[in-house]
T-cell receptor
Framework: DSGVTQTPKHLITATGQRVTLRCSPR?????VYWYQQSLDQGLQFLIQ???????AKGNILERFSAQQFPDLHSELNLSSLELGDSALYFC???????????????FGEGSWLTVV | SQQGEEDPQALSIQEGENATMNCSYK?????LQWYRQNSGRGLVHLIL?????REKHSGRLRVTLDTSKKSSSLLITASRAADTASYFC????????FGAGTRLFVKA
């Protein structure tokens, strides 16, 4: 158990809909990362937050947004869903703001999103 | 484009054999990490090697880093069926970038 909790584990929704994925980082971790993993794109970095502020942005679509709340939990909002958004979405956390110091990233078990 | 790229994409070996996976990257790094992912599960951190280190061991794992060639290798010795998983390298500079992974299948 990594200590990172993601909900829901599975969800199925229709195209055009909006969903929210939730993540609770490990106790004490200030950084939260979101990744998308699909069969054809591999593991894609979406966005990182540190102590409530956006720190790094990756291949995140404009239809997607994220935030980190004062209690450090994070949410990833996916809107106007398309079939191609079907993927496994991971949240991860680490203690540091950056990885220069070699902070390990701890992954949750992921949220399976199926868009039909 | 991906910062880290693993090679081979897939590897199938017999239990007891050694498995070697390679990772190449493009820009300078502060450290490189290897992760393992069982099918449909989260990634699990295996080992981290810093840019000033050349080799590191952890149990049956041996990682090497050649910064001049911008490459790293992960060796799993005496593989077991339970080692069947995907293995990713992740390079850390401004943000962590994962490669596409090597899918290892260990036959019992």
């Amino acid at each position: 158990d990594s200590g990172v909790t993601q909900t829901p584990k599975h969800l199925i929704t229709a195209t055009g809909q909006r969903v929210t994925l939730r993540c609770s980082p490990r106790s004490g971790d200030l950084s939260v990362y979101w990744y998308q993993q699909s069969l054809d794109q591999g593991l894609q970095f979406l966005i990182q937050y540190y102590n409530g502020e956006e720190r790094a942005k990756g291949n995140i679509l404009e239809r997607f947004s994220a935030q980190q709340f004062p209690d450090l939990h994070s949410e990833l909002n996916l809107s106007s869903l398309e079939l191609g958004d079907s993927a496994l979405y991971f949240c991860a956390s680490s203690s540091g703001e950056k990885l220069y110091s070699g902070n390990t990233i701890y992954f949750g078990e992921g949220s399976w999103l199926t868009v039909v | 484009s991906q910062q880290g790229e693993e090679d081979p994409q897939a590897l199938s070996i017999q239990e007891g054999e050694n498995a070697t996976m390679n990772c190449s990257y493009k820009t300078s790094i502060n450290n490189l990490q290897w992760y393992r992912q069982n099918s449909g599960r989260g990634l699990v951190h295996l080992i981290l090697i810093r840019s000033n280190e050349r080799e590191k061991h952890s149990g049956r794992l041996r990682v090497t880093l050649d910064t001049s060639k911008k490459s790293s290798s992960l060796l799993i010795t005496a593989s077991r069926a339970a080692d069947t998983a995907s293995y990713f390298c992740a390079t850390a500079h401004f943000k962590t970038i994962f490669g596409a992974g090597t899918r290892l299948f260990v036959k019992a």
